[in-house]
């Protein structure tokens, strides 16, 4: 009897000791909840009576105050809220204002090659085909030319830089229709 008391009084400050360590981890971890809690807020609302009711019910209901606040909370952070605002307002001037010209911003028509407001090339024509194609575009998508007709064409024109043989022949064509150039 006497030999089980002795290893209980020798267990004592061992559980004096793990009590402490128990003690000091939770007051840790409800101190760590409530700049959680602050944090969280100051992310989601930056009224100052939000926040500080938020981190008052954390702070004053130590670890049960954690559901009670992500009930309470605002469902989005403010960067969403921004980031969401930013796509309505996208969206509503992609459905108000379908086509502006890039450089002047007033409403043009969709297949229209030069802006008549401040005569920016919104476009340009194929040079095989004379469909309107993207100025970004490399190739034309209804003919598959890839522009280089256009550029030997310009170039016949412009200074003649082909083979020798058949330079007698271009500096024919220039002469005869001089007036062909671009389009
Ligand atoms: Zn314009
Ligand atoms: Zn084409």
Redesign the pocket.
């Known amino acids: 009897m006497e030999a089980i008391q002795d290893f209980f009084t020798n267990l004592r400050p061992i559980l004096n000791l793990l009590a402490t360590i128990i003690g000091a981890y939770l007051v840790l971890l409800w101190a760590a909840s409530v700049l959680w809690a602050y944090r969280d807020i100051r992310m989601r609302s930056d009224n100052i009576s939000v926040q500080v009711l938020a981190v008052s019910i954390v702070l004053l209901i130590p670890f049960a105050g954690i559901p009670i606040h992500l009930i309470l909370r605002p469902p989005q952070t403010l960067a969403e809220k921004y980031e969401r605002s930013l796509e309505d307002e996208y969206l509503r001037r992609d459905l108000e204002e379908k086509f502006v010209c890039p450089s002047c911003q007033r409403p043009i028509e969709h297949d229209f090659i030069i802006c008549p407001h401040c005569h920016t090339e919104l476009r340009r024509r194929?040079q095989?085909?004379n469909?309107v194609v993207d100025l970004t575009w490399t190739i034309?998508p209804?003919?598959g030319?890839d522009g280089t007709t256009g550029l030997l064409r310009q170039s016949y024109l412009r200074q003649p830089q082909l083979p020798r043989e058949t330079q007698p022949v271009e500096a024919a064509s220039v002469a005869r229709s001089p007036q062909i150039r671009g389009s």
Do not use: E, G, P
Request: proline content about 0%; overall charge neutral.
């Open positions: 194929c095989a085909c469909r034309c209804y003919c030319d």
